[in-house]
């Protein structure tokens, strides 16, 4: 009787040890760490009428979609699974030339459903005849930047930031901050060829 008393003390008191009243909190949903390339940048000079700086860690790729047209690209950053969709409009008439203008403010406030806030911003350049809107859109939405640009007479070209990811902006806020300064970029070394 004597041995199992000292084994069921041990027991009893190797269970009381290994009981900690501390309770227990599950730990918040952690994002990895993100690695940006550093800055540089390359120029696109093509056989369209346009010329721009863009990223060299981006690969600018012809799109390929049904329905496209010359000079439209997807600026793609493969490293966080996004990309600009840029097109091109060879503008004929001032209806055509308004009625691209009211489509890329639709496009812009389609999203205004999840949205917490789309800003504007008028892009002027007139010494390059560069002129334009830049739409911040934030928010859990499919486009967090759109933008325009125009001679105002017969160039439209048009860009838009998606993510191949479902939109969940406090994950993807600090890569948005990163290709905004692209895109920021990309504007101010833009410019028509005639």
Same mark, same amino acid.
């Given at each position: ?41 390359? !120029? ?46 060879? !503008? ?17 406030? =389609?999203? &205004? +459903? ?6 504007? =911003? ?6 390059? %005849? ?14 967090? +930047? ?6 105002? &007479? ?21 890569? !948005?901050?990163?290709?905004? %300064? ?6 101010? &070394? ?5």
């Amino acid at each position: 009787m004597k041995r199992y008393f000292f084994l069921y003390f041990f027991i009893g008191l190797l269970a009381l040890s290994a009981c900690n009243s501390s309770s227990y909190t599950p730990k918040p949903r952690g994002y990895f760490k993100i690695d940006f390339p550093a800055k540089a940048y390359e !120029v696109y000079d093509q056989n369209c009428p346009f010329s721009f700086e863009y990223p060299k860690y981006a690969v600018l790729v012809p799109d390929s979609s049904r329905g496209t047209q010359p000079c439209w690209y997807n600026l793609a950053f493969p490293q966080f699974n996004g990309r600009i969709h840029l097109t091109y409009y060879d !503008v004929s008439s001032k209806k055509e030339y308004e009625n691209l203008i009211e489509d890329a403010r639709t496009f812009a406030f =389609k999203h &205004t +459903v999840k949205a917490n806030a789309i800003d504007q =911003k008028v892009i002027n350049y007139p010494e390059k %005849k560069v002129y334009g809107i830049y739409y911040s859109i934030d928010g859990n939405t499919a486009s967090s +930047v759109q933008f325009f640009l125009t001679d105002s &007479t017969k160039h439209y070209f048009r860009g838009a930031l998606y993510f191949n990811e479902r939109p969940q902006y406090d994950s993807i806020q600090p890569v !948005v901050n990163f290709i905004k %300064k692209d895109i920021d970029r990309m504007i101010s &070394t833009f410019k028509w060829k005639n």
